[in-house]
């Protein structure tokens, strides 16, 4: 199934990065990442500025993509999190609502454990808000198909004349 692209408005994307900003500071991570599963950047917080979040985002990508393929190999739908343990920092990685990638990295001021408790609740609002831009999308697409319906191959043949 071909999903559309994600499109959001200002106020969308600034209510997202709020959302990170939040879990950035509760779980003590260094950068929070928040990417489309196309490998677009959506939206980042923190200590973003030696990373080249291109990059990681397109990597992240293709990471979940690559983990999606060993899922079905052994008859798992997705594996939904990932983790990757570094000396110095950490790579939380969680699939919300099945359409954006959260990625937190984080070193020795945090743990496993309180990442996971705070990328539970932070990812049932990025979900919240992230339906919501779908619903809107698909309510536009549809007065789109709607309006396209209603003009005739005259009212067309008008326009050029």
Request: glycine share 6%; hydrophobic share 45%.
């Amino acid at each position: 199934m071909v999903q559309a692209s994600l499109v959001m408005f200002e106020d969308e994307s600034k209510e997202l990065c709020e959302i990170i900003g939040k879990l950035l500071k509760e779980a003590n991570a260094k950068s929070i990442y928040l990417v489309d599963k196309d490998g677009q950047l959506i939206a980042a917080s923190g200590e973003t500025q030696n990373i080249d979040a291109t990059s990681l985002a397109s990597l992240t990508a293709g990471n979940i993509a690559a983990t999606g393929g060993l899922a079905q190999l052994i008859g798992e739908k997705e594996f939904s999190i990932l983790f990757h343990e570094g000396e110095k920092d950490n790579l939380h990685i969680s699939i919300v609502g099945q359409r954006v990638i959260l990625v937190v990295i984080f070193d020795n001021r945090s743990s496993l454990g309180l990442v996971r408790l705070r990328v539970r609740k932070a990812g049932d609002e990025i979900n919240s808000t992230i339906q919501r831009i779908l619903k809107r999308a698909e309510a536009s697409q549809t007065a789109a198909d709607n309006l396209l319906e209603e003009i005739s191959d005259d009212d067309i043949e008008n326009l050029f004349k």
